[in-house]
T-cell receptor, first 114, second 113 residues
Framework: QKEVEQDPGPLSVPEGAIVSLNCTYSNSAFQYFMWYRQYSRKGPELLMYTYSSGNKEDGRFTAQVDKSSKYISLFIRDSQPSDSATYLCATVPGRSYNTDKLIFGTGTRLQVFP | ETGVTQTPRHLVMGMTNKKSLKCEQHLGHNAMYWYKQSAKKPLELMFVYNFKEQTENNSVPSRFSPECPNSSHLFLHLHTLQPEDSALYLC????????????FGDGTRLSIL
């Protein structure tokens, strides 16, 4: 079983839609979770990170962690064509926030059409 | 401008060639990383350097040889690669404190003929 599972997509939505991107993870000890965005021909850039359960909001983006089901989500409100990218979830193995050893999902490719 | 610069952006090489990938960071970070990104696979951590010392080698074949002469520069020397080594190779860096996020370069797209 992979430590982090993510549907590769592609996910295609119209502009203005609410987008839900999801990952599941296998180890209940994981506590830190991150979302990276990767545009075509670019490296990943950190969007948000969260600790343990709960929600974190930043503008149109909301990251959510449900530790009981080992499920993490990224919601994008009022999606824009500029949000078209691959979204990677990542976690830190273990209980300390040591980002030397990130575990990534495969990434979900999102396309927002006008 | 990402602060982490990788060259070349694209590289095509034969299996018997020797080439090097270069990474340079202008962020004052002390940790640097090499990742491999293949289609439909998660990013794979290859090597980690902290203060120029290698602290992680994730069972990478010896045909990949990293070098970190100082905290701002990282190289990946390649020789006798295989077709399955074709991928995007990403460099990242992070500040001295281990609880800070990594900043990525835009990668080198490597194709092995």
């Amino acid at each position: 079983q992979k430590e982090v599972e993510q549907d590769p997509g592609p996910l295609s939505v119209p502009e203005g839609a609410i987008v839900s991107l999801n990952c599941t993870y296998s180890n209940s000890a994981f506590q830190y979770f991150m979302w990276y965005r990767q545009y075509s021909r670019k490296g990943p850039e950190l969007l948000m990170y969260t600790y343990s359960s709960g929600n974190k909001e930043d503008g149109r983006f909301t990251a959510q962690v449900d530790k009981s089901s080992k499920y993490i989500s990224l919601f994008i409100r009022d999606s824009q064509p500029s949000d078209s990218a691959t979204y990677l979830c990542a976690t830190v193995p273990g209980r300390s926030y040591n980002t030397d050893k990130l575990i990534f999902g495969t990434g979900t490719r999102l396309q927002v059409f006008p | 401008e990402t602060g982490v610069t990788q060259t070349p952006r694209h590289l095509v090489m034969g299996m018997t060639n020797k080439k090097s990938l270069k990474c340079e960071q202008h962020l004052g970070h002390n940790a640097m990383y090499w990742y491999k990104q293949s289609a439909k696979k998660p990013l794979e951590l290859m090597f980690v350097y902290n203060f120029k010392e290698q602290t992680e080698n994730n069972s990478v074949p010896s045909r990949f040889s990293p070098e970190c002469p100082n905290s701002s520069h990282l190289f990946l020397h390649l020789h006798t690669l295989q077709p399955e080594d074709s991928a995007l190779y990403l460099c990242a860096s992070s500040p001295p404190s281990s609880n800070q996020p990594q900043h990525f370069g835009d990668g080198t797209r490597l194709s092995i003929l």
